[in-house]
């Protein structure tokens, strides 16, 4: 079993920033990849950021590349999601998941847990 808990969100105006927090506690979360996604108000659950086990590779959704970047620190079992330049659109409850096959992948449907999420209000 693994549990995620993220932290970091709030209230922030367009173009500040802010940096996401997910802990993971459980086995061998090291070897797991870690994702971000997302969901709007009124909106589906899409992909955000995503991160291969040994950190090798990431990958991006298109509204979010240049702006945010996705890392880890496998010592302290920590993703982090740092937001850059936010915009309205950016609004969203933000959760962490991890892919037990540590690829990374930005398929919702390969993540195997799930944080229960943090709010991110962007202002205009």
């Known amino acids: 079993q693994v549990e995620l808990v993220e932290s970091g969100g709030g209230l922030v105006q367009a173009g500040g920033s802010l940096r996401l927090s997910c802990v993971a506690s459980?086995?061998?979360?090291?070897?797991?990849?870690m994702g971000w996604f997302r969901r709007a108000p009124g909106k589906e659950r899409e992909f955000v950021a995503a991160i291969t086990w040994d950190s090798r590779n990431t990958v991006y959704s298109d509204s979010v590349k240049g702006r945010f970047t996705i890392s880890r620190t496998n010592s302290e079992d920590t993703v982090y999601l740092q937001m850059n330049s936010l915009k309205p659109e950016d609004t969203a409850v933000y959760y962490c998941?991890?892919?037990?096959w540590g690829l990374g992948s930005p398929s919702k449907s390969e993540y195997d847990y799930w944080g229960q999420g943090t709010q991110v209000t962007v202002s205009s």
């Open positions: 459980g086995r061998a979360v090291s070897n797991y990849g």
């Open positions: 998941s991890a892919d037990f």
